[in-house]
């Protein structure tokens, strides 16, 4: 048998020892997890901080930049939404330009189609979302739906006039009641929600958010919107408790929002849905993109300002220490701790349903991990 190799160290025990470099398999290895894992969020590396800031500078000051690495980057400007909005500051290709705008006013047509489908089988419906990005417009048409009765009608007619496609849904949408399918002819999907919620704990009357909505015209179309206050709420509810991130437009959107929205009204909607903590954490992660990008914008730093009188101190901030990266993953323990919160609040009210779906949240958000683990990345099948 032949002998062991035995390396320098223990031929001569007090020898320094020349650390090989990796082999090129390793090396490409570990480049190969560390860009899944910058995909995901899971590491916020300097190089992505440093582009996701570039990208913010010039959205937020309207201010043109050059970039180095253009694919990088127009792959960035589609996860955050803003592609359309960046198109003249960081001359982006005319194709992807091009197919930008195909696919708004595809979203749109879709929209007219099932608004006027709906009208006519008297579902009532408002828009949630969906065009609170223009002239960026995502890739899914989402409708409150708030009647269980109407939901299911409305889910019955798609299946069996428009034979769509059903969309596999999380262990948690299928608790909510929602429902997601394509149409034929359309790239975007089509959602429609019974309430804004992730687990079925409680926020909001979507019964009440669909007897404020009004109608206004967008880019030369009727769309059913809901009261700016509440399109304010919901955002909040879907980047704190069911998207659990920030993207650029989220930023974007909500500056423009506060312009015309109504700050009594959305202190008491963000306090009747006992998120005061999370409405603090939400302005503040925004507040660090803001101050690193110079930004100083008077309306939002006065509802900062009263919501800080309203809902105390920021509890949280150890936690946002990071690097500001593009789209802002919101820290896994900051998410538990704001369920928890709502939770004993609803508690205290003896909303003990919503508060035992708040209580929910942290086994689900690890077997979420470990699903998408399991998977090998991606979206886990349960959040």
């Given at each position: 048998?032949?002998?062991?190799?035995?390396?320098?160290?223990?031929?001569?025990?007090?020898?320094?020892?020349?650390?090989?470099?990796?082999?090129?398999?390793?090396?490409?290895?570990?480049?190969?997890?560390?860009?899944?894992?910058?995909?995901?969020?899971?590491?916020?590396?300097?190089?992505?901080?440093?582009?996701?800031?570039?990208?913010?500078?010039?959205?937020?000051?309207?201010?043109?930049?050059?970039?180095?690495?253009?694919?990088?980057?127009?792959?960035?400007?589609?996860?955050?939404?803003?592609?359309?909005?960046?198109?003249?500051?960081?001359?982006?290709?005319?194709?992807?330009?091009?197919?930008?705008?195909?696919?708004?006013?595809?979203?749109?047509?879709?929209?007219?189609?099932?608004?006027?489908?709906?009208?006519?089988?008297?579902?009532?419906f408002v828009a949630i979302k969906s065009f609170d990005s223009l002239p960026d417009i995502g890739h899914d048409?989402?409708?409150?739906?708030?009647?269980?009765?109407?939901?299911?009608?409305?889910?019955?007619?798609?299946?069996?006039?428009?034979?769509?496609?059903?969309?596999?849904?999380?262990?948690?949408?299928?608790?909510?009641?929602?429902?997601?399918?394509?149409?034929?002819?359309?790239?975007?999907?089509?959602?429609?929600?019974?309430?804004?919620?992730?687990?079925?704990?409680?926020?909001?009357?979507?019964?009440?958010?669909?007897?404020?909505?009004?109608?206004?015209?967008?880019?030369?179309?009727?769309?059913?919107?809901?009261?700016?206050?509440?399109?304010?709420?919901?955002?909040?509810?879907?980047?704190?408790?069911?998207?659990?991130?920030?993207?650029?437009?989220?930023?974007?959107?909500?500056?423009?929002?506060?312009?015309?929205?109504?700050?009594?009204?959305?202190?008491?909607?963000?306090?009747?849905?006992?998120?005061?903590?999370?409405?603090?954490?939400?302005?503040?992660?925004?507040?660090?993109?803001?101050?690193?990008?110079?930004?100083?914008?008077?309306?939002?730093?006065?509802?900062?300002?009263?919501?800080?009188?309203?809902?105390?101190?920021?509890?949280?901030?150890?936690?946002?220490?990071?690097?500001?990266?593009?789209?802002?993953?919101?820290?896994?323990?900051?998410?538990?701790?704001?369920?928890?919160?709502?939770?004993?609040?609803?508690?205290?009210?003896?909303?003990?349903?919503?508060?035992?779906?708040?209580?929910?949240?942290?086994?689900?958000?690890?077997?979420?991990?470990?699903?998408?683990?399991?998977?090998?990345?991606?979206?886990?099948?349960?959040?």
């Amino acid at each position: 048998m032949g002998a062991p190799s035995i390396g320098a160290a223990e031929w001569f025990p007090g020898s320094a020892v020349i650390a090989q470099p990796p082999s090129r398999d390793k090396q490409v290895h570990r480049l190969v997890k560390l860009n899944f894992l910058e995909e995901i969020g899971g590491v916020k590396t300097a190089r992505r901080e440093a582009e996701s800031l570039l990208l913010a500078k010039a959205l937020l000051n309207n201010k043109r930049v050059s970039v180095k690495d253009e694919a990088r980057m127009l792959k960035l400007v589609k996860k955050n939404k803003v592609l359309l909005r960046a198109a003249n500051l960081l001359f982006l290709p005319q194709e992807s330009i091009d197919e930008a705008k195909k696919d708004a006013a595809e979203a749109f047509d879709l929209y007219d189609e099932m608004s006027e489908f709906f009208a006519k089988r008297e579902v009532d419906f408002v828009a949630i979302k969906s065009f609170d990005s223009l002239p960026d417009i995502g890739h899914d048409i989402d409708l409150l739906v708030p009647s269980a009765t109407q939901l299911s009608k409305a889910e019955n007619i798609l299946l069996n006039e428009y034979k769509v496609k059903p969309q596999g849904l999380t262990h948690c949408d299928r608790l909510l009641g929602k429902f997601s399918c394509f149409l034929p002819g359309y790239k975007h999907d089509f959602e429609l929600y019974p309430t804004i919620s992730q687990l079925g704990e409680v926020h909001l009357d979507p019964v009440e958010v669909l007897r404020s909505r009004r109608k206004i015209m967008l880019e030369g179309r009727e769309v059913w919107m809901t009261s700016d206050s509440d399109r304010v709420l919901i955002r909040v509810i879907h980047a704190m408790f069911r998207h659990n991130f920030l993207k650029l437009s989220d930023i974007l959107d909500f500056l423009k929002l506060i312009e015309t929205a109504n700050r009594d009204e959305v202190l008491q909607k963000i306090d009747n849905a006992r998120i005061g903590d999370a409405f603090i954490f939400y302005l503040a992660s925004m507040d660090r993109f803001l101050k690193s990008c110079q930004v100083e914008n008077s309306r939002f730093l006065d509802l900062q300002k009263l919501a800080e009188v309203r809902f105390g101190r920021d509890r949280l901030s150890f936690l946002r220490r990071d690097r500001l990266v593009l789209p802002y993953r919101i820290p896994t323990v900051a998410i538990i701790l704001l369920f928890l919160l709502k939770g004993a609040r609803e508690a205290a009210q003896k909303r003990w349903r919503s508060s035992l779906s708040c209580l929910a949240a942290p086994s689900l958000i690890i077997l979420d991990f470990l699903s998408a683990a399991v998977r090998a990345g991606g979206r886990g099948g349960v959040w």
